[in-house]
């Protein structure tokens, strides 16, 4: 069945710095979306992206639908200790009558003041 | 807020023994979607259901069951538990088929 990888698993950075993080599939996804997840928190949604290369920006956050619809990124620049959290990619795809939504496993991000 | 509230926020119980999980949904979402996520780990997705009919099943044990009722709150029943069912059961729901899920803050479960 469809399978996300995401990278990488876990990160560690300095107050400031700008943080990338992406999901490939060998699939192709309608929609990919990338949600967070604060200590102690249910998943909230960040952005959602519907067309093979559209570009997102919610604030510092920027996202990327792959051309070939088999990936996407998630960029964070100047990062803050409330960044701090799990980021979950997520792709939809449409089998049958109803789309099948699969989360990646998450990245963990550590932010150091 | 999302709008999604789960009950119980905690839960300790003892192995063997059977809990329900209760959540209700969104105003207005008619789909609903129970994850489980252990320590460090991803979101394990367990069932859907849409509109009181069961719509798509993951890794969901035979142990555990899921209902949606006529008022659209759903419950998760978790029977014979066991060690490793210890974990964080989030419920999510929607309104358009669309990927877009608001989660609730989850039940953690704590078998001893």
């Known amino acids: 069945g469809q399978q996300l990888n995401q990278s990488p698993q876990s990160m560690f950075i300095q107050e400031g710095e700008d943080v990338s993080m992406n999901c490939t599939s060998s699939?192709?996804?309608?929609?990919w979306l990338w949600y967070k997840q604060d200590p102690g928190e249910g998943p909230v949604l960040l952005i959602a992206?519907?067309?093979?290369?559209e570009l997102t920006s919610n604030g510092r956050l920027t996202a990327q639908f792959g051309i070939t619809r088999k990936d996407s990124f998630l960029n964070i620049s100047a990062s803050i200790p409330s960044d701090v959290g799990i980021y979950f990619c997520?792709?939809?795809?449409?089998?049958?009558?109803?789309?099948?939504?699969?989360f990646g496993k998450g990245t963990k991000l550590s932010v150091k003041p | 807020d999302s709008g999604v509230t789960q009950t119980p926020k905690h839960l300790i119980t003892a192995t063997g023994q059977r809990v329900t999980l209760r959540c209700s949904p969104r105003?207005?979402?008619?789909?609903v979607y129970w994850y489980q996520q252990s320590l460090d780990q991803g979101l394990q997705f367990l069932i859907q259901?849409?509109?009181?009919?069961?719509?798509a099943k993951g890794n969901i044990l035979e142990r555990f069951s899921a209902q949606q009722f006529p008022d659209l709150h759903s419950e998760l029943n978790l029977s014979s538990l066991e060690l490793g069912d210890s974990a964080l059961y989030f419920c999510?729901?929607?309104?358009?088929?669309?990927?877009?899920?608001?989660f609730g803050e989850g039940s953690r479960l704590t078998v001893l």
């Open positions: 105003s207005g979402d008619l789909s």
């Open positions: 992206l519907y067309k093979a290369g």
């Open positions: 999510a729901s929607t309104r358009l088929n669309t990927g877009e899920l608001f």
């Open positions: 997520a792709g939809l795809y449409y089998g049958g009558s109803q789309g099948n939504l699969i």
């Open positions: 259901y849409y509109n009181g009919e069961e719509r």
């Open positions: 699939s192709i996804f309608n929609t």
